[in-house]
């Protein structure tokens, strides 16, 4: 007996092709390439299901990782997704800004080169005094951003119980 996962398709515009899940909404447009031949996906109506051509775990992990992954791009597609940031200094006076592109850690832990982080497509990011606002229609796209401006921006050869400068996740998307 194998698993079938439902996703509601009534809050935004899915296009449906072999190769390809295009979702449209009110904020944007997101497409999903589909790499697993092992997957069935029917549609009727505004529900779209999803069944794996085995009753394996993996091919199950994979229908269900699917049905989660539309599901994000249907509410990312309506909603955005938002992510904020806060720059945390306790010794040297550190700055945000937006360069183009990019985001610039400037002075941190006194060091003189900027640290620099791009912005990837179909993100945009605001700066606020010490906050970094986040916002896209592709959650991945939001939070793998803010993961690495928390990887990238962190004191590194000093001592972590007296240097605690960073940028850190307040708000995940």
Do not use: W
Not at 42 to 67: P, S, V
């Amino acid at each position: 007996m194998s698993t079938k996962f439902k996703v509601d398709l009534s809050a935004a515009n899915v296009e449906v092709s072999d190769k390809s899940i295009n979702v449209k909404g009110k904020e944007g447009e997101l497409s999903l390439e589909l790499v697993h031949p092992f997957l069935k996906i029917e549609r009727k109506d505004k529900i779209l299901f999803i069944e794996a051509e085995k009753d394996n775990k993996f091919q199950k992990a994979i229908a269900g990782t699917l049905a989660a992954n539309i599901k994000n791009m249907i509410k990312g597609v309506n909603e955005r997704y938002t992510a904020e940031l806060e720059l945390v200094y306790m010794h040297f006076p550190a700055s945000l800004k937006i360069n183009g592109n990019k985001i610039s850690v400037e002075n941190f832990v006194g060091e003189r080169k900027p640290r620099d982080i791009v912005i990837p497509e179909g993100v945009k990011a605001e700066v606020k005094g010490n906050k970094i606002m986040l916002s896209g229609t592709d959650k991945y796209k939001v939070g793998q951003l803010a993961g690495t401006i928390e990887s990238k921006i962190q004191v590194k050869n000093k001592d972590r119980r007296v240097f605690k400068d960073g940028v850190f996740i307040t708000k995940k998307p």
